[in-house]
T-cell receptor, first 114, second 113 residues
C-alpha cells in the first residue's frame, strides 16, 4: 500500500535555529498538507498546498513557516527561528482528487526544540 | 464555528463490548466526516468516513451514525478488541480544493481483556 514518507522521524534543535522537515507524498496525490500535534493534544491544520501554491493556511502558519515542493516528489516544511512552543509532532498528509477526499498521513516527525 | 467537539476524552470498555464516541459540529458547510485511529508514535490512519447524504455507514465492526439535523455523528465499535486500543479522532472538512481537516480533541480508548 502506498505510503507518505517523512524524514527525519525525530529532530532535536536549538531554539532560534532553522529546521526543514521533509515529506514524500504518494505519487498520484495532488493535495498536500502539514498538520501538527502538540503532545497529548488534537491534530491541528497548518497549511494546504495545491498546484504549486498554498491554498489555505491556519493562523498558526505565520511568517516563521514556509512550504515548498522543490521537485516532483518532495514536500518540505521550513520553520525559521524555532521556538520552544514549536515542539510537536508534525504530520505530512496527501490526498488524491475526487469525491472520497481520502487523506493519507505520514508517521510524523517529532520536533523537539531545546 | 470551525470547531468539532468530541466526547468522551477517554473510554474503557471490556473485550466484546461496544465502544461509542460522539462528535458535534456547527459549520453546516462541512461535507465530509472521517474518523481516524492513531496508535502511539504513528500518524492518524483513516478508519471510516461518511458524507452528509447518508445517515449510517458500516465497515466491518465500525459504524458511523450521522444526524444532520442535530449536527452530530458518532463512531460505534462493535465487539471491541484489545487491538482496538488507540486514540480516535473525529474530523470534518469542507469540499473543494481546500479540504483541510478540523479535528476533534480525541478519545483514548482502552479495551480490557
Amino acid at each position: 500500500e502506498p505510503e507518505v514518507t517523512q524524514t527525519p522521524s525525530h529532530q532535536v534543535t536549538q531554539m532560534g535555529q532553522e529546521v526543514i522537515l521533509r515529506c514524500v507524498p504518494i505519487s498520484n496525490h495532488l493535495y498536500f498538507y502539514w498538520y501538527r500535534q502538540i503532545l497529548g493534544q488534537k491534530v491541528e491544520f497548518l497549511v494546504s498546498f495545491y498546484n504549486n501554491e498554498i491554498s489555505e493556511k491556519s493562523e498558526i502558519f505565520d511568517d516563521q513557516f514556509s512550504v515548498e515542493r522543490p521537485d516532483g516528489s518532495n514536500f518540505t516544511l521550513k520553520i525559521r527561528s524555532t521556538k520552544l512552543e514549536d515542539s510537536a509532532m508534525y504530520f505530512c498528509a496527501s490526498r488524491r482528487d475526487g469525491i472520497n477526499y481520502g487523506y493519507t498521513f505520514g508517521s510524523g516527525t517529532r520536533l523537539t526544540v531545546v | 464555528q470551525q470547531q468539532v467537539k468530541q466526547s468522551p476524552q477517554s473510554l474503557i470498555v471490556q473485550k466484546g463490548g461496544i465502544s461509542i464516541i460522539n462528535c458535534a459540529y456547527e459549520n453546516t458547510a462541512f461535507d465530509y466526516f472521517p474518523w481516524y485511529q492513531q496508535f502511539p508514535g504513528k500518524g492518524p490512519a483513516l478508519l471510516i468516513a461518511i458524507r452528509p447524504d447518508v445517515s449510517e455507514k458500516k465497515e466491518g465492526r465500525f459504524t458511523i451514525s450521522f444526524n444532520k439535523s442535530a449536527k452530530q455523528f458518532s463512531l460505534h465499535i462493535m465487539d471491541s478488541q484489545p487491538g482496538d486500543s488507540a486514540t480516535y479522532f473525529c474530523a470534518a472538512s469542507k469540499g473543494g480544493s481546500q479540504g483541510n481537516l478540523i479535528f476533534g480533541k480525541g478519545t483514548k480508548l482502552s479495551v480490557k481483556p
